[in-house]
């Protein structure tokens, strides 16, 4: 009688918790639903904010390239705050504004989402209905229901093409957002000095980027459909998860929301301790992919000459050893893919599904305060309906943590396009990364490294004490000094590897100035003709004019017939008819021979007429006599000559001469070109004898021997 006059007082006391608990539980309920909200947006944010990939210490010293300073090594591809810099710079180039087209696609977008959203927690209620009439054998509200199932199929499937469709011409306005900026820096630039000419400076004066068309055009499409995707791989889940929560809630309670959310919390932890770096590994795997394809066009670059050594086997090994570096680093990949997804299935799928069922089964095994009993109908509509939102909303976090991985993945792409980017950028300031000579680390040669020179615009051509040095800090001539004036042609000689081609990387605005002052006319007043030159994708009309079309030839007052007689002064007009007309289109580096190619050359240099024109062995294929018809006509135009040639047959058209020994010296003065010719045919003569001499010198010893047996 005492235990049971104890337990009394105290089951009254539960009583009255239980009834304080059931008076205030809707209030209970709004708190515990909205730190439900506040928990997961926090959780989002947090997992997504970024966390510091360098010490605190050492902030600002990461450099532009994405390597840190003191260490050298690249920091590490991860969703940290080094990523979220690089992607808020490139999300203001995709998203100019907040009236762009891509702004109004993302509201059309986030529009859709919400949209879809709602249809789906309209189908999760008419689905336990649907089976509750079923349970309840109701044949008109089940052939109701079935019929509102058809009829919300028609916006459903409506809303998921408009999905895609947006999602993909996002993509597609980011690419070409992207592309246009970095094509602008690429190829817009026209200035000379280091503003300009960036294509040329990324593969020549830098090592930091060895495949820059696989970045333009492989990569930026890849980040631009991450970017895309992204958006509704993470704001569609997060709303999802919200939503279907908050319905859950409604319908079994908060209180079950709250031990599910703790399970779900846990394992998410676990599973994202356990998840590799797929952003490491995108980053890595498109700058495999682009060593491969660097590889195969070399082939196809220098075929000929791969041919002439039958190097077929030794390119193959080189195209191989890529290759293999690829496919190990996927197959790694691929492997650890593999058991991540196990993980992740097992996880998102089994145990959270488990929670679920439990969660759904509250409302059934257990009496909830406040809620009334029902009947086997309405208790399987709650069923159905509580089990098609957990599958939701355990989809829709299981996305979440995919997101994650998405977003590791976006890090990867966002790395090469920022480096990509920031090399550019750098390249433009005249900032460049490349491995140096041994000799450069000397004090002397440091030092010039060090400097810079003036770069003067002028109608005439100086250099005062200026070095010149190649971009691997090779220094060719420590002071260079010469002068031409209008008129005067220059003619360039020495061995090879001596400076000649340098000049005129310097002259052309390519190659920056290291010391003294440049005097020079600005880079459009040169033209260029290589020993092998560039001959574009276009007509044969454009061969002649490049880099003019059409309307600009039109403009400047140029027929088709004056380009025929322009060509008749190299001797091809018959090329015109022979190809099938002006208008005709061919891959012309191979359709045309080397002459012919070194003949058009000509003909570009007769159609633009520009002050100066930079001869590099610019008529080693052509006959003398073509030769010197075209050198005679260049004068006649006004045209001042700046040669690199063995030829002796072109001193006579040269009054000035720089001659570089190869040992960091020269000489510069007027070119005496038949006494120079004199000279020339002078030491020929002497070599010709020197060549007998051995000869002499043993037929010498021949009649020595014979008159010596004779005498005997």
Known sequence: MAVLSTLRPKKAHVAQLVNAYTTRRPLIQRFLTATFIVYVLGTTYRGLSAKPSVPASRKGKARADGK???????????????????????????????????????????SLLIFRTAISLYVAALDGKIVASLVRAQTLPFLFNILRWLLVAIPATWTNSWLSYVQNKLAIAYRTRLTEEVLKQYLGEEQEG?????????????????????????????????????????????????????????NVGAEGLVLLTIFVQLSA?????????????????????????????????FAEEIAFFGGEETEKLLVEREYAGLIKHENRVLSRRWWHGCIEEGIVKWLWGSFGLVLCGIPVFFHIPGVHSVDLGSRTEGFVTNRRLLLSASD???????????????????????????????????????????????????????????????????????????????????ALSFYVKPGQHLLIVGPNGCGKSSLFRILGGLWPVYGGTVY?????????????????????????????????????????????????????????????????????????????????????????????????????????????????????????????????????????????????????????????????????????????????????????????????
């Open 68 to 110: 840190e300073g003191e260490t050298g090594k690249p920091p590490r591809v991860a969703v940290d705050a080094v990523f979220y810099e690089r992607l808020s710079k490139i999300l203001r180039i995709v998203i100019p504004s907040l009236r762009s087209k891509e702004a109004l696609l993302l509201v059309m977008h986030s």
């Open 269 to 301: 932890t676990l599973l994202r301790k356990l998840t590799p770096p797929f952003g490491v590994y995108a980053a890595l795997s498109a700058q495999l992919s682009g060593a491969v394809r660097h590889t195969h066009s070399r082939i196809s670059e």
């Open 396 to 478: 829709a976090f299981g996305r979440v943590m995919y997101s994650y991985k998405d977003l590791a993945e976006l890090a990867g792409y966002t790395a090469r396009v920022s480096m990509l980017l920031d090399t550019m950028a750098d390249t433009k300031k005249g900032k460049f990364e490349k491995a140096l000579v041994s000799s450069a680390s000397t004090e002397e040669n440091a030092k010039i490294l060090k400097g810079r020179g003036q770069v003067i615009e002028s109608e005439d051509i100086r250099f005062e004490n200026v070095p010149i040095v190649t971009p691997n800090g090779d220094i060719l001539v420590k």
């Open 520 to 712: 020079k006319p600005p880079a459009d007043h040169f033209i260029l003709i290589p020993q092998r030159p560039y001959l574009p994708i276009g007509t044969l009309r454009d061969q002649i004019i490049y880099p003019h079309n059409k309307s600009d030839m039109e403009a400047r007052g140029v027929s088709d017939g004056d380009l025929l007689r322009i060509l008749s002064l190299v001797q091809m007009e018959n090329v015109v008819e022979r190809e099938g007309g002006w208008d005709s289109a061919r891959e012309w580096r191979d359709a045309l021979s080397g002459g012919d190619k070194q003949k058009i050359a000509w003909a570009r240099l007769f159609y633009h007429i520009p002050k100066y024109a930079v001869l590099d062995e610019a008529t080693s294929l052509v006959p003398t006599e073509v030769e010197g018809m075209m050198m005679d006509h260049a004068t006649e135009l006004g045209i001042t000559l700046l040669t690199v040639s063995h030829r002796p047959s072109l001193w006579k058209y040269h009054s000035m001469i720089l001659h570089y020994d190869g040992q960091g010296g020269y000489v510069f003065t007027k070119l005496d070109a038949d006494k120079r010719l004199a000279l020339q045919e002078e030491k020929q003569a002497l070599e010709a004898k020197l060549l007998d001499v051995p000869k002499m010198k043993a037929r010498l010893a021949e009649l020595r021997a014979v008159a010596e047996e004779r005498e005997a």
């Open 194 to 250: 280091p503003e300009g000419k960036v294509y040329y400076k990324l593969s020549n004066l830098d090592d930091r980027i060895k495949n820059p068309d696989q970045m333009i055009t492989n990569d930026i499409q890849k980040f631009s459909n991450h970017l895309a995707a992204i958006y509704a791989n993470l704001a569609k889940p997060v709303l999802d998860v919200i939503l279907y929560n908050y319905q859950l809630s409604q």
